[in-house]
């Protein structure tokens, strides 16, 4: 089936919030699903390099483009193409394809392959992440004559990100840790002072219990960081404002609080849900497919970019997100304004409706000064 | 009760002291300085510590009543400490209740924590002329010095040494000199003298001793645990059940006749297939245990709702395994003992017997609450550690809506048994404030903090608590005078108050925790 490249929001259809759970200044918000087909499942595979270095384009063994990175795990993917429950877990895969002894770089090709018939592996994250740095990876595309001899030549490379892993987050590892896992729960969204930071949905709750721990490995924007210091998320209880007459008033409140839990979700997850995707797909195996997404990557909003394994009717097996800092948000955005005005700065900053001064001031600032001669920096007074 | 005026300073003292000290004797029911599943070992031993320091430096004589108040050891202990400590500026009348509550005290203890209670003194660097007394009467009292001095050998040595002991007999030669000296007329020591040349001597010794020199002579260890079996304790062959049965090596042990809240720790630490294959039997126990437990601490209640908490915070930490969840379950024997008319609601639901339990799952308190209070039960228990989260304050809001508007009158009483310190708050988490809460730490002492609870209902003031704890205090006085009368070697026939049978498992089972 063809999965639309352009969606409004995230769509988490069957996946039904329950009450958050907090500590700290960490919520977590579980995601259950009743009906688990099974047919899909995850396995972790830990990568041991301090690290790895995953071909992304041309020859697998000598890479033009090279994706580098600390890549804390892989993420196998087993399934079944009629439908039924995989059985054997991750049975002979072992350290025969990675994994085994430890090294300091590690080579892999590509950010998800087939391993074989019924397997393939990705990257959790990096795949998003490798997604939002190739954005005009190629650079110039007109040899505009502020562009240094090397923007034109090399493009962006390199481009680097910052993350931040899960550990260095305040309260992150105690919140994982006290958090009580429900029997259906496939999925959680990670909210850190009540920001959304990651949104997470593995296909089994077996999986979702195996992998719980390992939320800690994952990379998180460095907004996210800095809002783990700030004050505890606020209290959501509300008092009725009827007096019960009996046992059944107060029945009928805990479910209305229940049902107000869907709502509550919805708005944490305004980012996420009430935004405009864009979509790519990268993988196919029977009917799963391995897509990407970007968010629209508009400095004033949170943005958020992720990955995620589509069954045919379009309900999620797996799911990961990534909430960009806005720095890294302005980065991106930035690249796409000067794109669409095939790189030429005086046209890019009329459309911006700023002086050419300025657009040149926050490119620099936004860390592209290196695109561009020295003598056009010098000219908007940057040094 | 103070409602219609501002209460004068005396009365507001009053009050202060009464919640000063529900808070103090509160903590002292649950908290072991151990880790908890939401907070660490450290922030509970600062928290207990702050809460003794500050009961003893304002409420002395309380805080020495305390000791007969049927908190756990690991506080008693610290009381005694603290209390020895701070000898001072006690006046002489105060000085010498205070002697008799700590002598008296100090010999209902468990040997090992009894001994770490005056080895503590040495590390304090308290000698004075009260401190030392206590720790003659304490030997003197003690049914078999010899035993002692084999199985508390470092301590017995480091208090003869410090408070200047005369001790009888060998015991002195014994102590400073162990097996290098030549011979010995006692058999004891002289088979601890023997043992570090002959693997036949070992077998003479207690369990605890033995089993350093068995590894030391490389003794096989299924060997070893069959022949030692009969010098074992009845809680050592407990906890030496699994590593014997892996050692290949057969231990007899009476199931039934263990203390409720270490038999059900021991049954969730069975593997799941050993449980399910056993259940019949281990059930058995279960409810043997709990008769016996209402035997020496009898208990008769109505109709009874409990709703017990089994989520994945039950599973406690690694310091105390399982702890909150073996406290629900021996609650729930015990209660099905005590009542006719009883009711359990695990929340989350378990399907299957409620041995087969394990700790997973969210908190939802509310959905048995309702289910609970449905039912109209004379008495509804919740025992949880209070981390209510599906959803998250909803139980706390309807048992207030319910006392307030539903129930003013008081006809279902509510009480939250929490087995759980949290460090943070002084005291054990509480649900509401419109449900009372205490700290448990086995559920055998079910008797003690329901007397306790009407204190905690706001129903009886400070006066109430303080006579309470002297009739208590004056019962402990009472059986320690009678023990004294019999002479040393008399606490094999303690009286049926006294819980505990065998004072050695009890203070090694806590022991096995930490």
């Keep these: 089936m063809k999965h639309p490249a352009r969606t409004h929001g995230l769509d988490l259809g069957d996946l039904e919030p329950a009450p958050s759970q907090v500590f700290g200044a960490i919520r977590l918000i579980p995601l259950l699903r009743r009906r688990v087909l099974g047919d899909l499942r995850l396995d972790r595979r830990r990568l041991r390099a301090a690290i790895t270095v995953v071909g992304v384009d041309g020859d697998a063994d000598d890479p033009t483009t090279a994706y580098v990175g600390f890549i804390p795990h892989a993420l196998v993917v087993s399934w079944e193409p009629d439908g039924r429950p995989v059985a054997a877990q991750g049975a002979h895969l072992g350290a025969r394809h990675f994994g085994g002894k430890a090294r300091h770089v590690q080579l892999l090709h590509r950010m998800a392959k087939r391993v074989d018939r019924r397997r393939f592996r990705f990257l959790p994250q990096e795949l998003a992440l490798e997604g939002y740095l190739q954005l005009h990876f190629g650079g110039p595309t007109v040899a505009w004559s502020e562009y240094s001899a090397e923007a034109l030549r090399r493009g962006l490379s390199p481009r680097a990100e910052r993350v931040i892993p899960g550990a260095s987050i305040d309260g992150l590892e105690d919140a994982l840790r006290v958090f009580e896992i429900h029997p259906d729960q496939v999925g959680v969204m990670i909210l850190v002072a009540d920001v959304l930071a990651g949104v997470t949905v593995f296909p089994h709750p077996e999986d979702y219990r195996a992998l719980h721990r390992a939320l800690l490995l994952d990379f998180y924007g460095d907004v996210v960081l800095r809002y783990g210091l700030y004050h505890p998320p606020a209290d959501l209880a509300s008092e009725p404002t009827t007096i019960p007459r009996s046992l059944d008033d107060l029945r009928a409140g805990l479910a209305a609080e229940r049902a107000a839990w869907r709502d509550h979700t919805r708005l944490f997850a305004a980012g996420l849900v009430d935004v405009p995707l864009r979509w790519q797909s990268v993988h196919h195996a029977g009917p799963f497919t391995l897509r990407r997404f970007l968010g629209d990557l508009d400095p004033g909003r949170e943005s958020h970019i992720g990955e995620a394994i589509v069954r ?13 800092g806005a720095a890294q948000a302005r980065r991106a955005w930035l690249l796409g304004r ?11 900053a009329e459309a911006m409706g700023i002086p050419r001064a300025e657009l040149i001031e926050r490119l620099a600032h936004a860390g592209f000064g290196y695109l561009l001669k020295p003598h056009v920096l010098g000219e908007a007074g940057v040094r | 009760m103070h409602a219609d005026r501002t209460p004068t ?19 002292c029911f649950a908290c072991t300085g151990q880790r908890e599943f939401y907070s660490d070992g450290h922030q509970q031993t600062v928290a207990i510590g702050f809460l003794h ?8 004589r309380l805080y020495a009543l305390c000791l007969a108040a049927g908190i756990n050891d690991y506080n008693r202990g610290r009381i005694l400490v603290e209390l020895l400590v701070h000898a001072g500026d006690v006046d002489r009348a105060a000085r010498r209740e205070e002697g008799a509550l700590i002598a008296a005290a100090l010999a209902e203890l468990p040997p090992p924590r009894a001994y770490r ?45 410090h408070a200047h002991l005369r001790l009888p007999g060998e015991v002195g030669s014994f102590v400073a000199q162990g097996w290098k000296q030549r011979r010995y007329a006692t058999p004891l020591f002289d088979a601890f003298r023997r043992a570090h040349h002959s693997a036949e001597a070992i077998y003479e010794l207690p369990y605890t001793v033995a089993e350093g020199l068995a590894a030391r002579m490389k003794i096989d260890r299924a060997v070893f645990l069959e022949r030692i079996a009969g010098k074992m304790t009845r809680a050592e062959r407990m906890r030496t059940q699994e590593s014997a049965r892996r050692a290949g090596a057969a231990l007899e042990f009476d199931l039934a006749a263990a203390p409720l809240t270490r038999l059900a720790l021991h049954v969730l630490g069975l593997p799941e297939a050993t449980r399910r294959a056993d259940l019949e039997r281990l059930d058995a126990a279960m409810r043997a245990s709990a008769r016996r437990a209402l035997e ?7 109709s009874v709702v409990c709703v017990l908490d089994r989520s994945s915070s039950s599973a406690g930490s690694e310091e105390k395994r399982r702890r909150p969840l073996a406290v629900a379950l021996a609650t729930r024997y015990l209660v099905e003992a005590a009542s006719d008319d009883a009711t359990f609601l695990f929340t989350p639901e378990g399907d299957g017997h409620p041995l087969l339990l394990g700790p997973s799952g969210q908190t939802d308190l509310a959905t048995p609450l309702l289910g609970a209070l449905g039912r109209g039960p004379e008495l509804l228990l919740i025992v949880s550690d209070g981390w209510e989260n599906d959803p998250p304050g909803a139980a706390a809001r309807i048992a207030r809506l319910y006392r307030r508007h539903l129930d003013p009158g008081r006809r279902t009483a509510i009480l939250h048994l929490n087995p759980v310190f949290e460090a943070t708050e002084l005291g054990p988490k509480a649900i509401d404030p419109a449900i009372p809460t205490l700290g448990v730490r ?11 609870a009407r204190f905690v209902d706001g129903a009886l003031g400070i006066d109430a608590l303080e006579a309470n704890l002297e009739a208590r205090a004056a019962a402990m006085l009472g059986r320690h005078a009678r023990r004294r009368a019999r002479g040393p070697g008399a606490d094999d026939a303690r009286p049926a108050e006294v819980d505990e049978a065998d004072p050695v498992d009890e203070a090694e089972d806590r022991e096995a925790d930490r």
């Design chain 2, 442 to 452: 086995d559920a055998e002492d079910l008797p003690t903090l329901l007397a306790f």
């Design chain 2, 9 to 27: 300073p005396a009365e507001a003292a009053a009050r202060v002291a009464h919640e000063d000290l529900l808070i103090f004797i509160n903590a």
């Design chain 1, 338 to 348: 000067l794109a669409e005005g095939s790189w030429s700065l005086d046209a890019c």
């Design chain 1, 312 to 324: 045919d009717d379009g309900t999620f097996e797996y799911l990961k997100t990534f909430r960009l």
């Design chain 2, 53 to 60: 320091e500050y009961i003893r430096g304002n409420y002395r």
């Design chain 2, 117 to 161: 209670v005056l080895a503590a003194l040495r590390v304090r660097r308290v000698n004075n002329r009260r401190a030392r007394a206590i720790v003659r009467e304490y030997l003197d009292g003690r049914r078999d010095l010899a035993f002692d001095a084999v199985k508390y050998r470092g301590k017995l040595r480091a208090l003869a040494r």
């Design chain 2, 296 to 302: 020496r601490a009898p208990l008769r209640l109505g």
